[in-house]
Nanobody, 125 residues
């Protein structure tokens, strides 16, 4: 069993940066998949970024366009999402998610068994 806990959300002005953290309890294997999704007001959940825990492969949503970076720290069982050049449309609740097995698609919510509670990111214009 794995528990995920996000932190680092908050209010930031457009153009600013935030770093989200996701700390996992339980053992994380090198081929586990850690990803971030987000859900904005009145919108469906959207894939943001994902990585194999050992960083062997990473993937980003099309809208990211080089602004975000996903990383992991094996020593602390923590994943990070560094977000730069934030825009008001990035306002959303951000969730970290984990798959303990093979995934067929980075962006399908059903691929991930474990979800954090979410952290709010608000970008003001």
């Amino acid at each position: 069993q794995v528990r995920l806990e996000e932190s680092g959300g908050g209010l930031v002005q457009a153009g600013g940066s935030l770093r989200l953290s996701c700390t996992a309890s339980g053992h994380i294997f090198s081929n586990d998949i850690m990803s971030w999704f987000r859900q904005g007001p009145g919108k469906e959940r959207e894939f943001v970024a994902g990585t194999r825990w050992d960083r062997f492969s990473t993937h980003y949503g099309d809208f990211v366009r080089g602004r975000f970076d996903i990383s992991t720290n094996n020593a602390t069982n923590t994943a990070y999402l560094q977000m730069n050049s934030l825009k008001p449309e990035d306002t959303a609740v951000y969730y970290c998610v984990l798959s303990k097995g093979f995934i067929r698609s980075w962006s399908h919510v059903d691929e991930y068994e474990y979800w954090g509670q979410g952290t709010q990111v608000t970008v003001s214009s």
